[in-house]
C-alpha cells in the first residue's frame, strides 16, 4: 500500500517533468514496485530521465535490456546506455560493462577485458570494482592468479565500507588463503558482513552450515564450513552481491552462514 501510495505521488511530479520523479516512475515499472511490471513504460520513463541527464536512469535502462527483464537482451542498447553513463560519471556503469563481458553478453566471453574494465573502475574508486577484481585474481580469471592482490583488494574495499569485501576477507582469513589461518579474524569480517545484512551469522565461525550454495552449473550444493575449507575454489569463487547498480557473478556459489545443527 505504502508502494502504491508512493508510486501514484510520483507519476504526478513524473507527469509535471521533474527528472528525479520519472526515475522512480520507471524504476517502479521495471520492478513491480507498487505498480504492475511494465517493460515498455519503464522505459519510456527511464528514458525521460536519461534524456535530461539522470546517470542513475541511464544505468536502469542499460539494466532494462538485459536479462533478467527481458526475454530478447539488448547488448548494444544497454552498452550504448551505460557508456553514456559512464561518459556522464559513473564509475558503476564501466563495472556493468565488465560483467557483461565476463558474462558473454555480447558473444564469447572475455575476462581479461572484464579485469582490465574492473581495473579502470577501481582505479576511478569504485568499491565493487575491487571486489569483482580481487575475486579474479583469487580464481586466475582473466589475469593471473595472486592471492596477494585479492586480499589488498578485499582491503582497499573493506575501508570504503563495500560490505561484500567483508565477507570475502572473512573466507580468505578462514581458509588460511593469502594470509594466515585466523578464525577469530574470520569470525570479526563475517559479523561485520552480517551487520550489513550481507549473511545471517550466528553461532561460531568454522562450525557453520552452508545454508543453500549453487555451483557454476546452478546445482544446489550443501555441506559444513570444514568440507568446503579443503576445496579452495570453493571458497575463492564466491557469488557475492553488491550493492546499487553492480551486477553480480554469474559463476560460483553464494553463501549465506546460518546457525550451525546441534
Do not use: C
Amino acid at each position: 500500500q505504502d508502494q502504491t501510495l508512493a508510486f501514484n505521488l510520483f507519476q504526478k511530479a513524473a507527469a509535471s517533468g521533474h527528472p528525479g520523479a520519472m526515475l522512480q516512475v520507471g524504476f517502479a515499472y521495471l520492478e513491480g514496485a507498487g505498480v504492475e511490471t511494465d517493460l515498455v513504460q519503464a522505459r519510456k520513463w527511464l528514458a525521460d530521465s536519461a534524456e535530461s541527464g539522470n546517470i542513475a536512469a541511464m544505468a536502469y535502462l542499460a539494466r532494462s535490456y538485459r536479462e533478467p527483464y527481458t526475454d530478447s537482451p539488448e547488448p548494444e542498447t544497454a552498452r550504448s546506455w551505460y557508456e553514456k553513463a559512464q561518459a556522464a560519471g559513473s564509475r558503476e556503469a564501466l563495472v556493468a560493462l565488465a560483467y557483461m563481458h565476463q558474462n558473454g553478453e555480447f558473444g564469447e566471453a572475455d575476462a581479461s577485458l572484464a579485469a582490465e574494465l574492473f581495473a579502470q573502475a577501481a582505479e576511478a574508486g569504485s568499491s565493487s570494482a575491487k571486489v569483482s577484481l580481487a575475486h579474479q585474481y583469487l580464481t586466475g580469471m582473466g589475469v593471473p592468479e595472486n592471492a596477494n592482490r585479492a586480499r589488498e583488494l578485499f582491503e582497499e574495499a573493506a575501508q570504503a565500507g563495500n560490505p561484500a569485501a567483508y565477507l570475502g576477507l572473512g573466507h580468505l582469513y578462514e581458509a588460511g588463503v593469502g594470509v594466515p589461518e585466523n578464525i577469530q579474524t574470520a569470525k570479526g569480517w563475517y559479523q561485520k558482513a552480517a551487520e550489513a545484512d550481507v549473511v545471517e551469522l550466528e553461532g561460531v565461525v568454522g562450525d557453520h552450515e552452508v545454508e543453500a550454495a549453487r555451483d557454476a552449473d546452478g546445482r544446489v550444493v550443501e555441506g559444513t564450513a570444514a568440507q568446503r575449507i579443503d576445496t579452495r575454489a570453493a571458497l575463492t569463487r564466491p557469488l557475492l552481491e553488491v550493492a546499487g547498480h553492480v551486477e553480480h557473478f554469474a559463476r560460483g556459489v553464494v553463501v549465506r552462514v546460518a546457525r550451525a545443527q546441534r
